[in-house]
């Protein structure tokens, strides 16, 4: 396993004067896009690697001038004002929900450089002067790039729009879930799909149960071994895909089965999936007559997938299944659930090998 690598830049944040275009647009209202850097733009993009602008300018003006550029649909998040860079950096890393360590931040400027490096030590800051190289640093060509990673920014502005509605949705969450006609669907991996795999267990940090990079090979290795499950979750709804949301990786004994790997991105948190996932496994679990053992190592960000097992009813107790498997590192837990018959929300709608029954509706009468 691989666990050493530079980690891959998520995000490029922009700044537009002197840096992304030619010129100050205060100054010349027609400022100069130079054809390399639309290009690099483009291969960025085409690497799944998202893209903002963190600039001190008049918004109007400025977004006008992307628009009439043809590059406009590139910037999600845009932060054009006239406040501090790293405020501006910081509001598109919190909403994107990625760490610093994988924003990059692009300025002419030294000292809004430095303003950045100040506040957000871990962002990667770089000058105009580097742009000729960028997209060969390693931190900016990523290992595999997948049918997900071309569209990334698509399924980022669709779940903009969809975070806006349910802004606007003033019924029951649950109603709006229902609305989203959400369908998830977990399918055994086979050799095209395991570049969406690998993608994710580099990619997910809050919703990954042990913070472990399976490279190609190691996933390779583990389809060929009859004990070994690796299922992949892809999601949809009525605004578009949300590709390949959570990977599973599953040893499977005589007396339990060794949940080795849960992982699920963090953009589908709102919509309870790794719960899903979970229960499923559960179910599954109980029918074929096993306990479940669950690896868990804690890091920096991905306290959330604790209480995600915890909730479940997964435990640190004592079981004689456990004494199965081969000793585990010293930074892993081992939680253990006795399985039994869980639903699936009627929100969503489940397809899978030994699908969930979906949780009955109740019906609401007055008092």
Same mark, same amino acid.
Not at 191 to 201: A, D, G, I, W
Not at 295 to 299: G, I, K, L, S, W
């Given at each position: 396993m691989v666990t050493g690598t530079v980690k891959t830049i998520k995000c490029v944040v922009w700044d537009l004067d002197n840096t992304l275009w030619q010129g100050t647009i205060l100054e010349d209202r027609h400022v100069r896009l130079d054809d390399s850097v639309r290009e690099l733009i483009r291969v960025l993009d085409s690497r799944g690697i998202l893209q903002s602008?963190? #600039?001190k300018n008049h918004y109007d003006l400025a977004w006008s001038r992307l628009e009439e550029l043809g590059i406009a649909e590139y910037f999600i998040l845009p932060q054009i004002g006239w406040g501090p860079k790293s405020a501006s950096v910081s509001r598109i890393m919190e909403t994107l929900n @990625?760490?610093?360590?994988?924003?990059a931040f692009v300025d002419d400027q030294p000292a809004e450089r430095a303003e950045v490096a100040f506040h957000l030590?871990?962002?990667?800051?770089? #000058?105009?002067?580097?742009?000729?190289?960028l997209a060969d640093l390693a931190e900016f060509v990523p290992a595999n790039i997948t049918e997900d990673a071309r569209r990334r920014r698509l399924m980022y502005q669709a779940s903009f729009i969809r975070d806006a509605a349910r802004e606007e949705f003033s019924g029951p969450d649950e109603e709006f879930l229902r609305s989203l006609e959400l369908v998830l669907k977990i399918t055994p991996a086979d050799?095209?799909?395991? &570049?969406?795999?690998?993608?994710? &267990?580099l990619r997910t940090s809050q919703m990954n149960a042990t913070g472990v990079h399976y490279s190609d090979a190691d996933l390779r290795a583990l389809l060929l071994d009859p004990a070994h499950e690796v299922l992949v979750a892809t999601l949809t709804d009525r605004y578009g895909p949300h590709g390949a949301i959570g990977v599973v990786l599953l040893e499977k004994y005589a007396d339990c089965w060794h949940l080795r790997l849960l992982a699920t991105s963090c953009r589908v948190v709102s919509f309870g999936i790794g719960t899903v996932i979970l229960n499923w496994l559960i179910s599954r679990a109980q029918r074929a007559g096993v306990h479940l053992v669950a690896? @868990?190592?804690? &890091?920096e960000r991905n306290r959330m997938m604790e209480m995600a097992y915890r909730f479940a009813g997964f435990t640190e107790s004592n079981c004689?299944?456990?004494g199965t498997l081969p000793e585990s590192d010293a930074e892993i837990q081992r939680f253990h659930l006795v399985p039994d018959e869980r639903s699936v929300p009627d929100t969503i709608r489940f397809e899978a090998p030994g699908s969930l029954p979906v949780a009955p509706q109740i019906e609401q009468t007055g008092v």
């Open positions: 602008v963190a #600039s @990625f760490a610093e360590s994988v924003i030590p871990e962002v990667r800051c770089y #000058s105009p002067e580097q742009l000729s190289g050799p095209e799909s395991l &570049t969406r795999v690998e993608e994710l &267990t690896d @868990f190592r804690r &890091t004689l299944c456990i």
